[in-house]
């Protein structure tokens, strides 16, 4: 899950960690040292990693790389209506492990979503975008994500 330029490397260490979490809490997965174990455990635990870093990081998609390559071609708009989708079906799932029943259920859906989110950026949005957008244009990316982005708006 490596991202070629530079410009894609903040995201993609996001998601290193969004995958962490969505392992954590599939109900196939081994336990994973320093995590929770229990369900009522998990849910908080990812209720807490959405609000201090799943939020950001959708802030940064949807708001700071999405209009920045909005209209460069038809195909990267349908991708990131799927991304924003998915932003959206997340942050329902989070909301719903505020309510404890059939935590393992929903925990499990929640960890599943998110991998699948994460592999459409990492192997389908980003690839097209590196395809799609000169050096140039890569680098003017960059220091869009880099002047607008995590320093800017992560909550403390």
Same mark, same amino acid.
């Given at each position: 899950?490596k991202?070629?330029? !530079?410009?894609?490397?903040s995201i993609?260490?996001d998601?290193?960690h ?6 954590m ?9 320093? #995590?929770? =174990?229990?369900?009522?455990a &998990?849910?908080? /635990?990812?209720?807490?990693? /959405?609000?201090?870093?799943?939020e950001?990081h #959708?802030?940064?998609?949807? /708001? ?5 390559? =909005?209209?460069?071609?038809?195909e ?19 909301e ?9 259920r929903k925990l499990?859906?929640l960890g599943?979503l ?7 950026e ?9 395809? =799609? ?10 220091? !869009?994500?880099s002047?607008?982005? /995590?320093?800017?708006?992560y &909550?403390?």
């Amino acid at each position: 899950m490596k991202s070629e330029h !530079k410009s894609l490397f903040s995201i993609a260490h996001d998601h290193f960690h969004g995958l962490m979490v969505a392992q954590m809490i599939k109900e196939d997965s081994e336990e994973i040292a320093g #995590f929770p =174990t229990s369900p009522e455990a &998990k849910a908080r /635990y990812t209720v807490h990693f /959405y609000n201090q870093e799943l939020e950001n990081h #959708f802030y940064i998609e949807e /708001y700071i790389l999405q209009p920045a390559v =909005t209209g460069i071609s038809k195909e990267i708009d349908e991708i990131f209506n799927g991304v924003v989708k998915d932003h959206k079906d997340i942050e329902k799932m989070v909301e719903g492990l505020k309510d404890e029943k059939d935590l393992v259920r929903k925990l499990d859906n929640l960890g599943r979503l998110i991998e699948q989110h994460v592999e459409k950026e990492e192997r389908v949005l980003f690839p097209k975008l590196q395809e =799609t957008l000169s050096g140039k244009e890569l680098e003017e990316l960059s220091e !869009k994500l880099s002047a607008n982005g /995590y320093e800017h708006i992560y &909550k403390y």
